[in-house]
């Protein structure tokens, strides 16, 4: 890959992915709470709940106490 030049895929899922990817990284830049200030930005109108969601991984057990 040349350096400041994007390469574009005829595949979708990849661009997808690729987009996501860098979404993820300029969060990551912009610290703890550009995650909360971006579900809040998306959430409309205000009286709805915020949008953002807690990540889980498939088939981990519940922490449900006994």
């Known amino acids: 890959m040349i350096k400041g030049v994007?390469?574009?895929s005829a595949n979708?899922?990849?661009e997808s992915l690729r987009q996501e990817q860098r979404?993820?990284?300029?969060?990551?830049r912009k610290g703890p709470d550009a995650e909360?200030?971006?579900?809040?930005?998306?959430?409309?109108?205000?009286s709805d709940p915020?949008?953002?969601?807690?990540p889980t991984?498939?088939?981990?057990a519940d922490d449900k106490a006994s």
């Open 6 to 8: 994007e390469m574009t």
């Open 36 to 46: 909360l200030d971006k579900a809040l930005k998306d959430t409309f109108p205000a």
């Open 57 to 60: 991984k498939p088939g981990a």
């Open 23 to 28: 979404e993820q990284q300029e969060a990551a």
């Open 12 to 14: 979708p899922a990849k």
């Open 50 to 54: 915020i949008a953002a969601q807690a």
